[in-house]
């Protein structure tokens, strides 16, 4: 279960669950006026197939302008040859308040608690209480005259309500409450409680700790407290003398008893208190795209319309092959619209009457493959199609149909009928024939036979005629559509080879040897040290090894890299890597380097004594740095994934960044000989120019560390991790699917699964692994520990003693397993030489 604090109170929608897995990507804006990071790229219009908005007539305004007038009357009165309706859906914040009141019920001595919230959602009070002698934050249930009706018991410690709609809600009010009775005389010392959305599966919780409503003074002083602010609790004071008689009297049992159950005379202080709480809900709006012919010239008029409110802005280009690459078309274009750096249009569409929406008219000319769009609202607020670009195709040129034409003697039409349905008769009428015969020849065979008058040979003659009709009955059938298709496409034009997609996933029989440790780099000479082991390596029945960062870094160990051409580090020279490379592939070792593309330390200061400025052969300035880390001043745009804050993080929408990144990567593979990368911090980063760099360098084997957090409650482990492994499929769909990923998943289960002999772990609801393994073996990294978990780091460390079951459980399941160094060199070596 992970939680949201209520200061600011920002939480994300659960994953929806579909069997279509997409690479969808959170669409980020450039830092400049607007400009889409992501163009060219085809969208999944059959996804969208599905998508029934409500019936709305293509409606137009009068406009002022004679040319679009003339636009609009020639779009009217053409045929339509394409029309789709995409959903946009987004996010919208709404805010509201989380309503806390303790006060007198029906009776003067009855107390009740109540609970309300006015954002609209399907609201649960998950709450317990906490005994005088509690010690901790210990949960407990409450007695049973205390849980309202319709709630439920979580185990032994909580209790789960319902919010129901308040008494005093009226008209389009969305109050919800949850109400519980609070008895004076119990021993109940605080009421803990969380609010959970059941929509979202969003938990609220106040200052990252649970919600805390206290009875007793001592817990006043919680940060979490909410109740009166005096220097009692809710409750009331109790005496320091009924404290000291407690405390006193605290070996004798029956005092001790007494001393859980607060006096009568102790009375509850009513209290209410507000707190602001603002979640993020989907909102599903649509676009609808119509293209026609106009019928006077042979230019192609779109109309475009859209439920969304307010300014709407199309930022458009057309493009004139399959590689969708933008461009800006020739004029006519609508009104309000203006040139975008030279590369794209934007169009302000105008408003239909009754603000119901808007519309806008493109003229487009002759020759075009396509059009492409995103919507802007406002700076912050773009709409794409699911991560890419909306794209409407334009027809391709009429193919000749290739049939006979009128007055052959051959397949000649008969009039007012198609052509197609001319030559389904003539197929009947020949096949009929066939069968006739084939009718005749039965039931000759069968009088033959009753009348016992023929010969056997007869007898046989018959049915090999039927097998001779039968087969060019099938034949017939065989050849008469495809002939047909076959001639159209050689006519029109030769067929397109299909295009080449880089895949660095390797065989699918590769095991992976993490070649060091976090201290690796201090002899100063590991290449040399690791050349010895390459026999021995290969030996054991490793195929891949990776290797450290070969950069010059600011941090030993080579993830701060800064001049990417010097490979000169405290693992040995270039020269020295060089050859450590030429022993493995001797021995048949595809060799992995470790790449850090996320993030580059600069080698200077600039005026206003920032790290921003860059050295070396790509000598950078802060263009290439993102706007949005604090830090360092970038001048880039905004980052495409999560800032790693030690080191100016860099700008991959940036077209230098792009190519030199690609042009390094090209020259480690030639000059260094490296046959793929480990990809350092890919969460920094979109995926897809990940796809661009591994075009471009054509590796073999390519695995991303995308790591996050996995889903815990209350300090313990979910068995439900999907949400984490969605996370890191998206990744990879974001790449195409051209890199693997190490399986995050999959060792943080193992590490619960084994510390504590929960097996039932290590299967998902499916019956499945529970990891990225169990959808996607084949970009499935496995692992148990590496440089940063294990080794000195031990950032999470596999459960000692256990490590042999983890090899025991990777090695034996699907995907590509991968050995941490310091386990093959050590007391576990011949178990895993084994498995």
Same mark, same amino acid.
């Given at each position: 279960?992970?939680?949201?604090?209520?200061?600011?109170?920002?939480?994300?929608?659960?994953?929806?669950?579909?069997?279509?897995?997409?690479?969808?990507?959170?669409?980020?804006?450039?830092?400049?006026?607007?400009?889409?990071?992501?163009?060219?790229?085809?969208?999944?219009?059959?996804?969208?197939?599905?998508?029934?908005?409500?019936?709305?007539?293509?409606?137009?305004?009068?406009?002022?302008?004679?040319?679009?007038?003339?636009?609009?009357?020639?779009?009217?009165?053409?045929?339509?040859?394409?029309?789709?309706?995409?959903?946009?859906?987004?996010?919208?914040?709404?805010?509201?308040?989380?309503?806390?009141?303790?006060?007198?019920?029906?009776?003067?001595?009855?107390?009740?608690?109540?609970?309300?919230?006015?954002?609209?959602?399907?609201?649960?009070?998950?709450?317990?209480?906490?005994?005088?002698?509690?010690?901790?934050?210990?949960?407990?249930?409450?007695?049973?005259?205390?849980?309202?009706?319709?709630?439920?018991?979580?185990?032994?410690?909580?209790?789960?309500?319902?919010?129901?709609?308040?008494?005093?809600?009226?008209?389009?009010?969305?109050?919800?409450?949850?109400?519980?009775?609070?008895?004076?005389?119990?021993?109940?010392?605080?009421?803990?409680?969380?609010?959970?959305?059941?929509?979202?599966?969003?938990?609220?919780?106040?200052?990252?700790?649970?919600?805390?409503?206290?009875?007793?003074?001592?817990?006043?002083?919680?940060?979490?407290?909410?109740?009166?602010?005096?220097?009692?609790?809710?409750?009331?004071?109790?005496?320091?003398?009924?404290?000291?008689?407690?405390?006193?009297?605290?070996?004798?049992?029956?005092?001790?008893?007494?001393?859980?159950?607060?006096?009568?005379?102790?009375?509850?202080?009513?209290?209410?208190?507000?707190?602001?709480?603002?979640?993020?809900?989907?909102?599903?709006?649509?676009?609808?795209?119509?293209?026609?012919?106009?019928?006077?010239?042979?230019?192609?008029?779109?109309?475009?319309?859209?439920?969304?409110?307010?300014?709407?802005?199309?930022?458009?280009?057309?493009?004139?092959?399959?590689?969708?690459?933008?461009?800006?078309?020739?004029?006519?274009?609508?009104?309000?619209?203006?040139?975008?750096?030279?590369?794209?249009?934007?169009?302000?569409?105008?408003?239909?009457?009754?603000?119901?929406?808007?519309?806008?008219?493109?003229?487009?000319?002759?020759?075009?493959?396509?059009?492409?769009?995103?919507?802007?609202?406002?700076?912050?607020?773009?709409?794409?199609?699911?991560?890419?670009?909306?794209?409407?195709?334009?027809?391709?040129?009429?193919?000749?149909?290739?049939?006979?034409?009128?007055?052959?003697?051959?397949?000649?039409?008969?009039?007012?009928?198609?052509?197609?349905?001319?030559?389904?008769?003539?197929?009947?009428?020949?096949?009929?024939?066939?069968?006739?015969?084939?009718?005749?020849?039965?039931?000759?065979?069968?009088?033959?036979?009753?009348?016992?008058?023929?010969?056997?040979?007869?007898?046989?003659?018959?049915?090999?005629?039927?097998?001779?009709?039968?087969?060019?009955?099938?034949?017939?059938?065989?050849?008469?559509?495809?002939?047909? =298709?076959?001639?159209?496409?050689?006519?029109? &034009? +030769? @067929? $397109?080879?299909? *295009?080449?997609?880089?895949?660095?996933? %390797?065989?699918?029989?590769?095991?992976?040897?993490?070649?060091?440790?976090?201290?690796?780099?201090?002899?100063?000479?590991?290449?040399?040290?690791?050349?010895?082991?390459?026999?021995?390596?290969?030996?054991?029945?490793?195929?891949?090894?990776?290797?450290?960062?070969?950069?010059?870094?600011?941090?030993?160990?080579?993830?701060?890299?800064?001049?990417?051409?010097? =490979?000169?580090?405290?693992?040995?020279?270039? &020269? +020295? @890597? $060089?050859?450590? *490379?030429?022993?493995?592939?001797?021995? %048949?070792?595809?060799?992995?380097?470790?790449?850090?593309?996320?993030?580059?330390?600069?080698?200077?200061?600039?005026?206003?004594?920032?790290?921003?400025?860059?050295?070396?052969?790509?000598?950078?300035?802060?263009?290439?740095?993102?706007?949005?880390?604090?830090?360092?001043?970038?001048?880039?745009?905004?980052?495409?994934?999560?800032?790693?804050?030690?080191?100016?993080?860099?700008?991959?929408?940036?077209?230098?960044?792009?190519?030199?990144?690609?042009?390094?990567?090209?020259?480690?593979?030639?000059?260094?000989?490296?046959?793929?990368?480990?990809?350092?911090?890919?969460?920094?980063?979109?995926?897809?120019?990940?796809?661009?760099?591994?075009?471009?360098?054509?590796?073999?084997?390519?695995?991303?560390?995308?790591?996050?957090?996995?889903?815990?409650?209350?300090?313990?482990?979910?068995?439900?991790?999907?949400?984490?492994?969605?996370?890191?499929?998206?990744?990879?769909?974001?790449?195409?699917?051209?890199?693997?990923?190490?399986?995050?998943?999959?060792?943080?289960?193992?590490?619960?699964?084994?510390?504590?002999?929960?097996?039932?772990?290590?299967?998902?609801?499916?019956?499945?692994?529970?990891?990225?393994?169990?959808?996607?073996?084949?970009?499935?990294?496995?692992?148990?520990?590496?440089?940063?978990?294990?080794?000195?780091?031990?950032?999470?460390?596999?459960?000692?003693?256990?490590?042999?079951?983890?090899?025991?459980?990777?090695?034996?399941?699907?995907?590509?397993?991968?050995?941490?160094?310091?386990?093959?060199?050590?007391?576990?070596?011949?178990?895993?030489?084994?498995?």
């Amino acid at each position: 279960m992970s939680t949201t604090t209520i200061e600011p109170l920002l939480h994300r929608c659960r994953r929806e669950t579909s069997t279509f897995r997409s690479g969808s990507k959170r669409f980020r804006p450039s830092s400049l006026p607007g400009f889409p990071r992501r163009l060219g790229f085809h969208c999944w219009r059959s996804f969208f197939c599905e998508f029934k908005p409500p019936h709305r007539p293509l409606l137009l305004r009068a406009v002022a302008s004679s040319s679009v007038a003339a636009t609009v009357e020639a779009f009217e009165s053409s045929d339509v040859f394409f029309k789709e309706t995409f959903p946009l859906k987004q996010t919208s914040l709404v805010k509201g308040k989380i309503f806390i009141r303790l006060g007198h019920g029906k009776k003067e001595q009855d107390w009740k608690l109540t609970v309300g919230c006015d954002v609209p959602g399907k609201w649960i009070l998950h709450w317990g209480v906490s005994y005088i002698d509690d010690v901790g934050n210990e949960w407990d249930q409450p007695p049973s005259g205390m849980i309202p009706p319709g709630s439920v018991r979580i185990k032994d410690y909580a209790i789960e309500t319902p919010f129901k709609k308040s008494s005093s809600s009226s008209g389009g009010d969305t109050l919800q409450e949850v109400k519980i009775d609070c008895d004076p005389k119990s021993s109940i010392a605080a009421i803990n409680f969380v609010l959970k959305d059941e929509e979202t599966g969003a938990w609220y919780q106040h200052r990252g700790r649970d919600f805390k409503v206290p009875l007793m003074d001592y817990l006043q002083k919680d940060g979490n407290v909410v109740g009166p602010k005096k220097g009692f609790g809710a409750l009331g004071h109790l005496s320091n003398m009924f404290l000291k008689e407690n405390a006193l009297d605290s070996k004798n049992q029956e005092t001790s008893t007494k001393s859980r159950v607060p006096q009568r005379e102790n009375r509850l202080e009513g209290f209410y208190e507000e707190l602001p709480i603002a979640k993020e809900v989907a909102v599903c709006n649509w676009v609808s795209v119509s293209v026609r012919k106009c019928p006077d010239t042979a230019k192609s008029l779109l109309y475009m319309e859209t439920d969304l409110s307010g300014n709407v802005v199309v930022h458009w280009g057309v493009c004139r092959d399959d590689a969708k690459n933008w461009e800006v078309p020739v004029s006519p274009y609508p009104p309000n619209t203006v040139i975008f750096k030279g590369k794209a249009l934007r169009t302000l569409l105008e408003a239909k009457e009754g603000d119901s929406g808007s519309f806008g008219v493109f003229t487009l000319e002759e020759g075009l493959e396509g059009f492409l769009f995103v919507l802007k609202q406002n700076e912050n607020s773009w709409l794409n199609c699911m991560g890419n670009d909306f794209y409407v195709p334009f027809p391709s040129p009429t193919i000749s149909s290739g049939l006979p034409k009128q007055g052959q003697t051959e397949g000649a039409e008969t009039p007012g009928i198609p052509a197609e349905e001319n030559e389904i008769s003539s197929h009947s009428a020949y096949t009929g024939g066939i069968i006739s015969e084939i009718r005749n020849l039965v039931s000759d065979i069968s009088s033959e036979k009753s009348g016992k008058t023929k010969s056997k040979e007869a007898q046989e003659s018959i049915l090999q005629e039927i097998e001779r009709l039968a087969a060019e009955a099938y034949n017939i059938f065989r050849s008469s559509v495809p002939t047909f =298709l076959e001639r159209a496409v050689s006519e029109s &034009e +030769e @067929l $397109k080879p299909p *295009v080449q997609i880089s895949t660095a996933t %390797g065989s699918g029989f590769e095991i992976l040897c993490q070649g060091f440790n976090w201290e690796s780099h201090k002899s100063g000479r590991w290449y040399q040290e690791l050349k010895g082991k390459a026999r021995e390596l290969s030996s054991l029945g490793f195929t891949v090894i990776w290797l450290p960062p070969p950069t010059d870094s600011v941090s030993h160990e080579g993830y701060m890299p800064t001049d990417y051409y010097n =490979l000169n580090s405290r693992y040995g020279t270039m &020269e +020295e @890597l $060089k050859e450590v *490379v030429k022993n493995f592939h001797e021995v %048949g070792i595809k060799v992995l380097g470790d790449v850090v593309l996320n993030h580059r330390c600069a080698q200077y200061k600039n005026q206003n004594g920032v790290w921003n400025i860059f050295g070396g052969r790509l000598n950078w300035d802060d263009r290439a740095i993102v706007a949005d880390d604090p830090h360092f001043q970038g001048r880039g745009n905004k980052s495409s994934g999560d800032n790693f804050h030690a080191a100016p993080n860099i700008d991959h929408s940036q077209d230098f960044v792009r190519k030199d990144i690609k042009d390094w990567l090209y020259w480690l593979r030639k000059e260094i000989g490296y046959d793929g990368w480990r990809l350092d911090f890919v969460r920094g980063f979109w995926g897809g120019y990940l796809k661009d760099y591994l075009d471009a360098s054509e590796p073999y084997f390519a695995v991303g560390e995308y790591w996050d957090s996995l889903s815990y409650t209350y300090g313990e482990m979910d068995h439900n991790q999907d949400a984490h492994r969605q996370r890191i499929v998206d990744w990879i769909n974001a790449t195409n699917g051209t890199a693997g990923a190490f399986d995050v998943t999959t060792k943080g289960i193992l590490h619960a699964a084994l510390e504590r002999c929960e097996y039932w772990r290590l299967s998902d609801a499916k019956g499945k692994a529970p990891g990225v393994v169990g959808w996607w073996p084949s970009r499935a990294v496995t692992f148990i520990e590496n440089h940063d978990t294990g080794s000195t780091q031990g950032h999470w460390r596999f459960p000692g003693g256990k490590e042999m079951q983890g090899y025991a459980y990777i090695l034996t399941h699907p995907g590509t397993p991968s050995v941490f160094y310091d386990h093959i060199f050590s007391h576990c070596r011949s178990e895993i030489e084994s498995l």
